[in-house]
Nanobody, 112 residues
Framework: QVQVRESGGGLVQAGGSLRLSCTTSGHAFSQYDMEWFRQAPGKDRDFVAGITWSGSSTYAESAKGRFSISRDNTKKTMYLQMSSLRPEDTAVYYC??????WGQGTQVTVSS
């Protein structure tokens, strides 16, 4: 079983920035496609950004131009750099590895 752990969430004012991190257990991180999702209260869990094992990235429209996804295979870590944050970005952010393994999530709260 692959363990996935997110970190880096917190409270930030509108217009601010945060960087989320996601790590996995085991030795196969470099082979995983990795993704970020988010879920606001009372809403579905939505795709935010993804990065393939080879480094190709995709973004939801809401994230384009503001968020940047990256990975460091030597550290078995994926990042989501978020800037120009808005109150509507408030959600629990989840990491998913290999289309199968979820973390527990990290709360991001953006105050107006």
């Amino acid at each position: 079983q692959v363990q996935v752990r997110e970190s880096g969430g917190g409270l930030v004012q509108a217009g601010g920035s945060l960087r989320l991190s996601c790590t996995t257990s085991g030795h196969a991180f470099s082979q995983y496609d990795m993704e970020w999702f988010r879920q606001a209260p009372g809403k579905d869990r939505d795709f935010v950004a993804g990065i393939t094992w080879s480094g190709s990235s995709t973004y939801a429209e809401s994230a384009k131009g503001r968020f940047s996804i990256s990975r460091d295979n030597t550290k078995k870590t994926m990042y989501l750099q978020m800037s120009s944050l808005r109150p509507e970005d408030t959600a629990v952010y989840y990491c998913r590895a290999a289309d199968a393994y979820w973390g527990q999530g990290t709360q991001v709260t953006v105050s107006s």
